[in-house]
């Protein structure tokens, strides 16, 4: 069974510090990741989506890096903003998977102090 | 494009009463999933649909749930006789069968049940 991690569950920053947020999966054997963005009390938006084929993605400040050997995948957001406070979720769809249906991790709270 | 849309938004309901909840995926989208997030977790899929077939459930799905997907278009996911239990947010997603599968989701629909 596919199980993500993320660790850490929270996170506060300085404005204008770099973030580093973590994502670990135990099944290597993924079709793609995707990493969410969710603010209190609304659904998910997509920042990016990494095919197992691919190392990274980039859009804007974000950069998302893939390294299915080792079941981790790193998203960072260069410059912090207090607008980048939200909570971050990864999640992996298997190779295996009916559907390609999402395994998610429980989240990075992250807090962005002006 | 105006993206996936979930109505109602907030729902409060009686313990044992019935609910219904409706998602409308992007247009031309053929996938459509559901998933359930409770408070500080992440989200996990319930069920998904291919155009009209509901092709895998979880087993989170009891009895009590059903979803359909009349002609492939809008979804709709009833709960029965609904528990404390069930109380969450019901997020919708949808994705176009291709190459990529990027999930779109939309802005859920927080269920309390009292």
């Known amino acids: 069974k596919q199980e993500v991690t993320q660790i850490p569950a929270a996170l506060s920053v300085p404005e204008g510090e770099n973030l580093v947020l973590n994502c670990s999966f135990t099944d290597s054997a993924i079709y793609n990741l995707q990493w969410f963005r969710q603010d209190p009390g609304k659904g998910l938006t997509s920042l990016l989506l990494i095919q197992s084929s691919q190392r990274e993605q980039t859009s804007g400040r974000l950069n998302a890096s893939l390294d299915k050997s080792s079941g981790r995948s790193t998203l960072y957001i260069a410059a912090s903003q207090p607008g980048d406070s939200a909570t971050y979720l990864c999640a992996v769809s298997l190779v295996k998977a009916a559907g390609n249906k999402l395994t998610f991790g429980g989240g990075t709270r992250v807090l962005v102090k002006p | 494009d105006t993206g996936v849309s979930q109505n109602p938004r907030h729902k409060i309901t009686k313990r044992g009463q019935n609910v219904t909840f409706r998602c409308d995926p992007i247009s031309e989208h053929n996938r459509l999933y559901w998933y359930r997030q409770t408070l500080g977790q992440g989200p996990e899929f319930l069920t998904y649909?291919?155009?009209?077939?509901?092709?895998?459930k979880s087993r989170l799905l009891s009895d009590r749930f059903s979803a359909e997907r009349p002609k492939g278009s809008f979804s709709t996911l009833e709960i029965q006789r609904t528990e404390q239990g069930d109380s969450a947010m019901y997020l919708c997603a949808s994705s176009l069968v291709g190459q990529v599968y990027e999930q779109y989701f939309g802005p859920g629909t927080r269920l309390t049940v009292t």
């Open positions: 649909f291919q155009n009209e077939a509901q092709l895998e």
